[in-house]
């Protein structure tokens, strides 16, 4: 289970991560809809490549697993509040991938 969580988790943000480096249109309308500022999308990219790296990179060395994945939570954690303040409030692609962070997180966890 922690195998196939942390794949997903990473295939999932790995594709967000490469959106923001291509500077996605969506990634840019998402970000004049929360008030970020656009040139924030390649370094948030780059962010969340890294984490996406650090859970693959975990399956070999378990604590950076670990740590990718609560840096990927406080991420997400952070990342909602510009989420709330956007109208409207739409927290389900924000929900998705907070849940799967904390899944990477909780089973890194308990895997060992």
């Known amino acids: 289970m922690y195998v196939a969580i942390t794949l997903l988790t990473a295939a999932v943000v790995g ?3 490469v959106a923001n480096l ?4 969506y990634g ?12 924030w999308q390649v370094p948030l990219g780059f962010v969340l490549g890294a984490g996406a790296l650090g859970l693959l990179v ?7 697993g670990t740590v990718a994945a609560a840096c990927l939570v406080a991420y ?11 109208r409207p409030l739409r927290i389900g692609p ?6 799967l962070a904390v899944a990477s997180l909780v089973t890194s966890l308990t895997a060992r």
Do not use: I
Not at 22 to 25: I, W
Not at 58 to 64: C, E, K, M, S, Y
Not at 94 to 99: D, G, H, I, S
């Open 15 to 17: 594709m967000a991560a």
């Open 22 to 25: 291509a500077r996605h249109p």
């Open 28 to 39: 840019r309308a998402q970000a004049e809809r929360q008030g970020v500022p656009v040139s």
């Open 58 to 64: 975990g399956l070999a060395v378990p604590v950076l």
């Open 76 to 86: 997400f954690v952070v990342a909602f509040v510009p989420e709330v303040r956007a």
């Open 94 to 99: 924000w929900a998705v991938y907070f849940v």
